[in-house]
């Protein structure tokens, strides 16, 4: 099991293209005890949840496309997009060579654990499907 700290210190890093790149803010860090972590991030028009359930293992990317500012309702397939939903719409369209760069983009990345490796995976398929965001929403 991983702790909180390693956790959102993990997500901060690896996701920091949100912020860097995408202008995002830092929304909330929501911890509860040690089963269930999640890290929210906004822009005008949408939030995106890293959230992670310790017990299970499980893992979870989702963008939430805000309706009137607010989170729409979790069942809403139209509004809540799983990044596995994302990535069938936009990763069979990339050249080779966007991935080769984007790739390129996390060697700075050091994965040490499973968890880390997820978590790596995942920033590498949300940054590919952000910069595409436009063309399939």
Known sequence: MIDSI???KNVNDYFRFLITEFDFKL???KVRGNAF???QYKDNSRIISISYENIEDYLLVTV???QNGEMPNYDDKTKTLHLKQLNRLVI???SKEEINLNA???TKYNAKSELERKLLK???ELRLCLKHFKEIY
């Open 104 to 106: 390129e983009y996390f």
């Open 64 to 66: 939430f496309m805000l």
């Open 92 to 94: 069979a369209k990339l």
């Open 122 to 124: 995942e920033a590498k």
């Open 37 to 39: 972590y999640d890290i």
């Open 6 to 8: 390693e956790y959102i």
């Open 27 to 29: 929304l909330e860090e």
